[in-house]
């Protein structure tokens, strides 16, 4: 057992590494054309959102649409820090990165509490006004440059500076999976399993409905931050309900519960729109349809059908000695 | 003293009184059966002993300390566990898990600890699976403790969700129609199962039954329920072969 969960570390550290390096080459060498080594940094924070909404919607069993609104909050907290302060970036970004997580976190809790009577649907509805709500506001607000925008955000995370995101991107991972893998964890599943038994067997699930806003909008907060100091310009409406959807997709995609899945298909789902480029005005229009192609492998039991395809193949080699 | 007293009991929803002036006193290490016609109100009282409904009147004692007003994650850690009649597991759970996300009272770690994995994580979490599988043992569910709830057989799941129950240590198990759907077999086996549970977790029951046979083989007293009221208390022969209680379930 013990053996096993060593070799198990060891395997994702060699992971890390490897695919630590091989950013780092893909942004050194210049092998990919600008725009698509530029798309490091929004993979990152898609990984990052992905992953923390996959909290609130695979293992909570909660439907959430205001994801982008926890972001946008992290990234005007981080922006408004770093603009108006006259930090050295060593003092400045780590600054940010823990106010814009803080206060995505307060409103997680702010927004926990009213809606832990919601369910399903009327939960969903609840969370997209959240987040338009937050749209509206910043775009009300002098101090956050209103409808124009916030600009001349320090660039401190650009693609050249990826080494802090991906540290991120792996502690978010790391401190999700370990939750989820923990009395914690397992009290919030059981809330997604049914929530009847799970107070019947004594957890609180107020408390933990609670806990997992707070940890899913605390992340989400701080990928604002850094999508902010990638772009240099924060707009209210890149963070209206289309993102947050976008990230939902990214969820579902990757699976319900997924976290691995919730990884790949943010990458996969952040490059398609750049590998679409050629197709110019059709280009949303493949996406769509890639998108829904891959949801049809995924879910209508054909990459079952195929692996015990490529399964009952290999036996029979195996079985005929080969070729 | 009684391990659980209930006095004059009732609940309305809007007009309907689902229970009226029902009196309960079970002792200690009692195995005590609650039965009825359908829609007497026995699932009711479940749901007011463990706080899903809360009572409109009456009295709920465990060991003395008045329950009412409890939520029900608080009642499980004051010492009343229970069963569903429609099985509720945790489906997508494995086993194992489905014990273990009974035993977050008993064995404990701090959020710290989980989100970091710090060392008391990986001894309780050890200690938690010694826990689980020796609870899982007693029920012949060790060996499947890595299937999925949702993967084992009906008789089994309904096994387990009794071993989770057992897991949060309760005083008071409630069983809300544990042989429901069973074969002659089953129930036989259950009754050993039940017996088993009270001597060896030193826990008083409290169970609800359809099964006659079921009743009468392991009950050591009874409670009739009769639309939401009590309609007759005693020892099974004297209960099962009485004159009202055969119309209750039968008619004139």
Sequence with gaps: MNRMKLNNTITNIIFIIVSYAAVSLIVTSGILSRQMTSLIIPIGVNIILAVSLNLLTGFLGELTLGHAGFMSLGAYTGALITVNTELPEMIGLPLALIAGGVVAAIFGLVIGVPVLRLKGDYLAIVTLGFGEIIKSVLTAMEFTGGAQGLSGIPKYTTYKNFTIVFIFVVITILLIKNLVYSRHGRAICSIRDNYIASEAVGIKISKYKIMAFVISAFFAGIAGVFNAHNIGILKPDNFDYNKSIEILVIV????????????????????????????????????????????????????????????????VKTATGGE | MALLEVKNLGISFGGLRAVDDFNISVEQGQLYGLIGPNGAGKTTVFNLLTGVYRPSDGIIKLAGRSIIGKTPDEICQIGIARTFQNIRLFKKMSVLDNVKAALHHQIKYSLVGSLLHLPPYSQKETEMNEKALEILQVFDLDSEAGTLASNLPYGKQRKLEIARALATNPKLLLLDEPAAGMNPNETGELMETIRLVRNKFEVTILLIEHDMKLVAGICEYLTVLNFGTELLTGEPEAVLNDAKVITAYLGE
């Design chain 1, 252 to 315: 579902v995609l990757g699976g319900m519960g997924n976290i691995k899945g919730s990884v790949i298909a943010a990458v996969v789902l952040t490059l398609l729109p750049e590998l679409l480029r050629d197709a110019d005005n059709f280009r949303m229009l493949f996406y769509a349809i890639v998108l829904i192609a891959m949801m049809l492998f995924n879910n209508s039991g054909l990459r079952e059908r195929m692996t015990s395809w490529i399964k009952s193949k290999k036996q």
